[in-house]
Nanobody
Framework: VQLQAYGGGLVQAGGSLRLSCAAS????????IGWFRQAPGKEREGVSC????????YYADSVEGRFTISSDSAKNTVYLQMNSLKPEDTAVYCC?????????????????????WGQGTQVTVSS
C-alpha cells in the first residue's frame, strides 16, 4: 500500500491549488481516503475525507465551501481542489487511508483511525 501526495506550492491569498493523492497496491474505492494538514507548531488536523463505497464526503468547517474532494477511479487518485485560499491554509498536506471501512462523521478527522499515510506536500499561501 502506497500513497503519494503532490501538487502543493506557493500561491497568493485568494488563489487555488489542486492536490493529488495517488494510490497503489489497493483500490481506494473500497476504503476511505482522508486529507490532513499540519502547520508548524500545530497538531495534524483533518481537512476532508471521501468514501466511494457509500458516496460520502466530509469537510472540516474551516474549509467547507472552499475545498472540494473528488476521485478518479481510473487513475486511482483522490484530488483536493482548494479555492479561495487563505494564509491560514498554509501547511503540509498529506493523505491517508482508512482500511476499516467508511468512517462516520464523528470519526473521520481522527488521525489514529487511518492505517497508511503518504508523504506530504507543502502548501504556502502568501498574504
Amino acid at each position: 500500500v502506497q500513497l503519494q501526495a503532490y501538487g502543493g506550492g506557493l500561491v497568493q491569498a485568494g488563489g487555488s491549488l489542486r492536490l493529488s493523492c495517488a494510490a497503489s497496491g489497493f483500490s481506494f474505492e473500497d476504503y476511505a481516503i482522508g486529507w490532513f494538514r499540519q502547520a508548524p507548531g500545530k497538531e495534524r488536523e483533518g481537512v476532508s475525507c471521501i468514501s466511494r463505497s457509500n458516496d460520502i464526503t466530509y469537510y472540516a468547517d474551516s474549509v467547507e465551501g472552499r475545498f472540494t474532494i473528488s476521485s478518479d477511479s481510473a487513475k486511482n487518485t483522490v484530488y483536493l481542489q482548494m479555492n479561495s485560499l487563505k494564509p491560514e491554509d498554509t501547511a503540509v498536506y498529506c493523505c491517508a487511508i482508512d482500511l476499516s471501512g467508511p468512517p462516520t462523521r464523528r470519526l473521520w478527522p481522527i488521525v489514529k483511525i487511518y492505517d497508511y499515510w503518504g508523504q506530504g506536500t507543502q502548501v504556502t499561501v502568501s498574504s
